[in-house]
């Protein structure tokens, strides 16, 4: 079936890096772009930046720019999302999420929680 | 950028209907007709329910559907079940410099 599957959850420091990925099964994975979309505990849906799967052509969201980095490697079928100089307002749940239209996410990741704690 | 406005929370009893409401700008929700609407379970990742303003994935119930008129945006459920008891989001595209996709603040939904 169509999936998304995303690494496990990962606990870093202030002023790391952390870098998730988002393995892709069930569909030709560079048919269609992935987005990364994070949520802060209790709060709501946050959009970070897309991917196109086919060319590599990325679209960050401006207050991440300069932080985040996404990337794919067609030969698993697996999306990556980095995020560096990580700070406490990092700490979210990030979801990958295939992009079935431009702004649509039809199928979504099981989430990967990150805490940046000191 | 600001997000979409959606009221915290909204309420109703089984079989009955509920409109949640999404207001935007002319350069998101009202500029276009990219409104999709997603449902979270507790602990669980977003689900699509509606994209393009109205239009439903496979395997979405026809009890919810969506619409728009000027800067706002709804979601329909009618016949409410307890099921229906989750989060709900709105996202629109957006022509903001800063961002492509901008998503509601979530409402909150309650079946008593």
């Known amino acids: 079936q169509v999936q998304l599957v995303q690494s496990g959850a990962e606990v870093k420091k202030p002023g790391a890096s952390v870098k998730v990925s988002c393995k892709a099964s069930g569909y030709t994975f560079t048919s269609y772009g992935i987005s990364w979309v994070r949520q802060a505990p209790g709060q709501g849906l946050e959009w970070m930046g897309w991917i196109s799967a086919y060319n590599g052509n990325t679209n960050y969201a401006q207050k991440l720019q300069g932080r985040v980095t996404m990337t794919t490697d067609t030969s698993t079928s697996t999306a990556y999302m980095e995020l560096r100089s990580l700070r406490s307002d990092d700490t979210a749940v990030y979801y990958c999420?295939?992009?079935?239209?431009?702004?649509?996410?039809?199928?979504w990741g099981q989430g990967t929680m990150v805490t940046v704690s000191s | 950028q600001s997000a979409l406005t959606q009221p915290a929370s909204v309420s109703g009893s089984p079989g009955q209907s509920i409109t949640i409401s999404c207001t935007g700008t002319s350069s998101d929700v009202g500029g276009y007709n990219y409104v999709s609407w997603y449902q979270q379970h507790p602990g669980k990742a977003p689900k699509l329910m509606i994209y393009?303003?109205?239009n439903r994935p496979s395997g979405v119930s026809n009890r919810f559907s969506g619409s728009k008129s000027g800067n706002t945006a709804s979601l329909t459920i009618s016949g409410l079940q307890a099921e229906d008891e989750a989060d709900y989001y709105c996202?629109?595209?957006?022509?903001?410099?800063?961002?492509?996709?901008?998503f509601g603040g979530g409402t909150k939904l309650t079946v008593l």
């Open positions: 999420a295939r992009c079935m239209t431009t702004d649509a996410f039809d199928i």
């Open positions: 996202s629109s595209y957006t022509s903001s410099s800063t961002l492509h996709v901008v």
């Open positions: 393009d303003v109205s």
